[in-house]
């Protein structure tokens, strides 16, 4: 089964005994003239030993080797009955234990086959991904610390190599794709300036991070307090704002650029490279937004990991806290700069479409391809206080353009239902486009608009059942947010035109409540 597998056709070394046994007769039936004494016997199996592969010196071995009932006569030659078996058994045990010796080294061969297939994965995945299986541990011969303290040192030495490796996978996207894509005039130096954003100005940012880490380690290569020195750098951190709120563009930009066969083959040749490991060019230019996001984490193992009287015990908290606080900030900031990327992209057919809450929205809870009723594909936009539903369409200055498909839903006036999966798909509000051939209706749900201004429901079908979860989630959320607002907004707005007359009222009834109690007392 093994030799199946390789794709080797090896099958000449295993011959069934029945053909063994008829091959010394020709098509007549007749035996042959002359037929092999032992000398031949065993010259041929020397020869059969210098060359292993010969199918045609194999099939003669056989002729030899398994005598038919004739072959007695140069055996009758000897003397004893040990010339009698000598020439014949010897090589018979011979030629089965190199059959077995041959069929053991097939699978010895087979065997390396599945590794030589991952051996280009491995050799792909090493650039940068090796350095992370070396720990704290194995850079020092010999150390006293307790099991809590070497767990610190092992964080604090996990956030200066992700430092390191940050630094080098930077510098790797500017030398690798930057310089050659703006040197062969595969993009203009705008349209590289509006991908790659701020990515330099971060490089030496982080350079100035790693050096301090670097100072840190004393001669036994551990780090003793390392909280001020985060707290001073921290602020740094701002600059993120720039270049994550830029992704936004940069990543339109950059699907749209694809398109075009020289920019797709250039990133295709340096996907495929080792350099690469196997990721396109936006997963470089995310590394940094997911650096930012892992700081926090960092800091909470090192803070688990800081015995009660160190030095850090009073520094950490304030870094974490500062640190989640920057992180907020930029994902506040990215949000708003990529609901305005989208909100100035829609295109508005009839003027009714125009909501004041899409324009009031600051953020984008979710957005995606979703199938209505009909089949056909959506793409919609939840908003902060506003459900839209569009179309993708042709691309207007560099900007992606989405037409307004039907009547926006204020998140306040929305009702939500979800269809359960193998609900019966009766009726013609599905009609049969949920359903693929099927009656069962699959990863649906139902939104319409409830007061006065009631609109025909909108029956939406997600790719499959997490991504409809997601969608019942945000709408909840948004739902929920929306009338809060709205209720706040309206208290707001009347509390301060309230009569001041109203005051006195209730102060009267409220006296004469108590003048009540007053007189029923006595």
Known sequence: MELEETGEKRTSWYVSPGETNSIPCDHAGKKRKQDPGPESVIRIMEDEEEDEEGEMMSDHMKDSEEPSNKRVKPVGKSNS??????????????????????????????????????????KASSFPRRRNSQCWSDTVESHDLTVKEIKRQEVIYELTQGERQLIDDLSLVKKVYYEPMLKLDIMTESELGQIFGTLDSLIPLHQDLLGRLERLRGSEKTVGEVGPTLMNWFPCLEAYVTYCCNQVGA????????????????????????????????????????RLVKYPLLLKEIQKCTPADHP?????????????????????????????????????????QRLPEIQQSRFLYCHGELKNNKGQRLHVFLFELALVLSRPAEERDGFQVFNVYRQPLPNALINLEEIPDGEAAGGGTFRGAFTGGNDKVRNCFRVSSRGRSKLHPYCLQANDSFSKQQWITCLRQAIVHSRDKMAQTSQSQLSPQADPALYHIAELSLSSDTEMADHTSR
């Open 81 to 122: 009955l040990t010339g009698v078996i000598t020439p014949v058994k010897t090589p018979a045990l011979k030629r089965i234990g190199q059959s077995i010796s041959r069929s053991i080294s097939f699978r010895t061969e087979a065997r390396p086959l599945p590794p030589a297939a991952l051996r280009p994965r491995s």
């Open 312 to 352: 850090d015990e009073d520094t950490l908290p304030d870094a974490l806290e500062l640190i989640q606080s920057i992180v907020a900030e930029v994902n506040k900031k990215t949000g708003e700069a990529e609901c305005q990327f989208y909100r100035r992209g829609l295109s508005y057919l009839e003027e009714s």
């Open 251 to 290: 990543k339109a930009l950059l699907d749209q650029k694809k398109l075009e066969k020289r920019v797709e083959h250039f990133l295709r040749l340096c996907q495929e490279s080792s350099f690469s490991r196997k990721l396109d060019l936006w997963n470089f230019l995310d590394l940094p937004r997911s």
